[in-house]
T-cell receptor
Framework: NAGVTQTPKFQVLKTGQSMTLQCAQD?????MYWYRQDPGMGLRLIYY???????DKGEVPNGYNVSRLNKREFSLRLESAAPSQTSVYFC??????????????FGNGTRLTVT | AQSVAQPEDQVNVAEGNPLTVKCTYSVSGNPYLFWYVQYPNRGLQFLLK??????LVKGSYGFEAEFNKSQTSFHLKKPSALVSDSALYFC???????????FGKGNQVVVIP
């Protein structure tokens, strides 16, 4: 099992450019998440999708959009990148978040630098 | 809203000594508590969780954690640390009333040979 796969692994953008981060999971999980990780700040939730066809804002959604393409795939789009979006982005999935006890399964991250 | 505090930025421990990583939490309902570990250039990996029941929870790689409701703590422990335990450790809490997970800022653990 591949688990959660993120592409690309690394990306450098110039301010104002756009890009889409891709995420796919093969565990048949219902819920998927996008986090960003910054030094000393832990992980902050950008957007999540509790189930196919639904998306909701997390803690830091400004400057991002998401698409839950199907049950497997959840993409994150930066329409106009800013230096403040330089970060490591993690996609995660879980089986049933509504039950409250499902652990998250994480991808290996996308390291994004905006110059 | 739920929150997590991990008061120490880095924990240094000699190989073979006990390891403790501290975590305190704040929730309005019943807490669901988790520990994750992150190795360099990798995503977070689930270690263990507390949902209900026994206050001492055992997880992967010999780790365990103790839930203390009165102190609102969920400290991670390992009786004998290995050099390979050197990593970044995150505590997380989910309130029973919602499906969002709040992470602490992480603790860097350095096990000295």
């Amino acid at each position: 099992n591949a688990g959660v796969t993120q592409t690309p692994k690394f990306q450098v953008l110039k301010t104002g450019q756009s890009m889409t981060l891709q995420c796919a999971q093969d565990m048949n999980h219902n819920s998927m998440y996008w986090y960003r990780q910054d030094p000393g700040m832990g992980l902050r939730l950008i957007y999540y999708s509790a189930s196919e066809g639904t998306t909701d804002k997390g803690e830091v959604p400004n400057g991002y959009n998401v698409s839950r393409l199907n049950k497997r795939e959840f993409s994150l789009r930066l329409e106009s990148a800013a230096p403040s979006q330089t970060s490591v982005y993690f996609c995660a999935s879980s089986e049933q978040p509504e039950l409250g006890n499902s652990p998250l399964h994480f991808g290996n991250g996308t390291r994004l630098t905006v110059t | 809203a739920q929150s997590v505090a991990q008061p120490e930025d880095q924990v240094n421990v000699a190989e073979g000594n006990p390891l403790t990583v501290k975590c305190t939490y704040s929730v309005s309902g019943n807490p669901y508590l988790f520990w994750y570990v992150q190795y360099p250039n990798r995503g977070l990996q689930f270690l263990l969780k507390y949902i209900t029941g026994d206050n001492l929870v055992k997880g992967s790689y010999g780790f365990e954690a103790e839930f203390n409701k009165s102190q609102t703590s969920f400290h991670l422990k390992k009786p004998s640390a290995l050099v390979s335990d050197s990593a970044l450790y995150f505590c997380a809490v989910r309130d029973s009333g919602n499906n969002r997970l709040a992470f602490g800022k992480g603790n860097q653990v350095v096990v000295i040979p």
